[in-house]
């Protein structure tokens, strides 16, 4: 079976997101005062063939444990649907 994943890597809340910080005073300086606490992290799609959604997810787990997430900066939360 088929499946796809759709993860976001995002920088931990305790932490200071510079790009986020940027982003938050540009779009102040453009008029958009209203908008605050902008945080900026990653989003990465997956095509994954496996046996079961279990086995996905399992495989993803791993995937973002080991490579696409530092876990002293950034969390991730993912989800796998069937194609």
């Given at each position: 079976?088929?499946?796809i994943?759709?993860?976001?890597?995002?920088?931990l809340?305790?932490?200071?997101?510079?790009?986020?910080?940027?982003?938050?005073?540009?779009l102040?300086?453009?008029?958009y005062?209203?908008?605050?606490?902008?945080?900026i992290g990653k989003?990465?799609?997956?095509?994954?063939?496996?046996?079961s959604?279990?086995?996905?997810?399992?495989?993803?787990?791993e995937?973002?444990?080991?490579l696409?997430?530092?876990?002293i900066?950034?969390?991730?939360?993912?989800?796998?649907?069937?194609?």
């Open positions: 079976m088929k499946f994943s759709e993860i976001n890597v995002m920088p809340k305790a932490l200071l997101d510079p790009q986020g910080k940027a982003v938050t005073m540009t102040h300086n453009n008029g005062a209203a908008i605050d606490n902008v945080r989003h990465i799609t997956l095509e994954i063939e496996a046996e959604k279990d086995e996905a997810e399992k495989t993803v787990t995937i973002c444990t080991k696409l997430h530092n876990p900066m950034e969390g991730y939360k993912f989800t796998v649907n069937e194609m």
